[in-house]
């Protein structure tokens, strides 16, 4: 596979089940409340997160492909939701289903073992939706089966203190979620790949989201790509390009984080950074077939 591959992939995308809409209804609202005008810090998806909808949005955008992501708080319910994400993927194959996963279900291998027997090639974790401590024990042991099965992990990450600077209704909410030990910063990916050199990474949102200013930790670990899911209203056009020179052109993958984002709109404000047309192809695909294991 070439380095600049032509291909357009979305390596940052989620859809639910039918059954989960009320709950994703309910914790959007939960999160808007008490601001008056969100705007860019809008955590209120852009339309509704069907499994039909975001298919036609991708389509729409122009994207040849995208990543279906799934989590649940609850480690009982990962089989179903890897299940869930196997079959949109056949009913679509522009779909890349990965695998979902809890470090504290009772037996991660028998996760895994399903997510290899279903052909994935990659899971996605997120600490604060899955209300884990990325630091317990039982969740380094999930990052190093992770790693002997060759499989890739995408780690969201948030600063907490970031995420209240922007939405100050986030407050309590926050508060809460530092009290349980459920953050993800980017010195915990910088450990967790320090720890498991094997395991590839896409640290979500260019490094941390809401964190930028400490993603410099993350420079040196070669096994951590990043994503740029969500960033493109909240970060300024130049420190986005220092992030990226800083980081690496050919450690950045492609993300909108639909459907908290359009596409579309991602994709337009990528393809007017001043990057070269080499960058600018690895960023949309390349990089991200790499991270896969396909070159």
């Known amino acids: 596979m070439k380095p600049n591959d032509p291909r357009r992939i979305d390596a940052h995308a989620h859809a639910w089940p039918e059954e989960d809409m009320p709950s994703i209804r309910r914790h959007s609202a939960q999160y808007d409340s008490g ?3 969100p705007g860019d810090n ?3 998806p852009c339309f509704e997160p069907r499994l039909e909808s975001l298919v036609q ?9 995208f990543v279906l992501l799934s989590v649940s708080s609850r480690p009982e319910r990962c089989r179903e939701l890897t299940e869930w994400v196997a079959r949109a993927a056949e009913a679509h194959p522009e779909i890349i ?9 009772t037996s991660p291998e028998d996760d895994l073992d399903r997510i290899l027997g279903l052909g994935l ?10 209300l884990f401590d990325p630091r317990d024990p039982r969740s380094e042991r999930l990052y190093g089966l992770l790693a002997e099965a060759g499989l890739g992990l995408l780690m969201d990450s948030m600063s907490l203190d970031g995420a209240v600077a922007a939405k100050p209704n986030l ?22 790949a320090r720890n498991h050199p094997r395991l590839r990474i ?25 994503d740029l899911a969500y960033i493109h209203p909240l970060i300024p056009r130049e420190r986005v ?14 993300g909108s984080d639909a459907p908290y984002r359009w596409p579309a709109e991602a994709l337009d404000w990528l393809e007017n950074l001043p990057l070269t047309p080499e960058e600018q192809s690895d960023i949309l695909g390349g990089n991200f077939l790499r991270f896969m294991g396909a070159d």
Not at 58 to 64: H, P, S, T, Y
Not at 121 to 130: I, P, W
Not at 241 to 254: A, E, K, T
């Open 35 to 37: 601001s008056h005008d």
């Open 121 to 130: 090639k990659a899971v996605k974790l997120h600490s604060l939706t899955q």
């Open 57 to 65: 949005v991708e389509r729409e955008a122009g994207f040849d492909r």
């Open 42 to 44: 809008n955590w209120t």
């Open 97 to 105: 289903p990965f695998g979902a996963v809890h470090p504290y279900t």
């Open 202 to 226: 896409i640290a979500a949102h260019l490094g941390c989201c809401y964190g930028w200013d400490q993603v410099e930790c993350l420079a040196d670990r070669r096994n951590v790509s990043f």
């Open 241 to 254: 390009l220092d992030l990226i020179r800083g980081l690496g052109p050919d450690r950045i993958v492609f």
């Open 171 to 192: 407050g309590p909410l926050m508060d809460l979620a530092r009290q349980a030990g459920v953050e993800t910063r980017a010195e915990d990916i910088a450990r967790i």
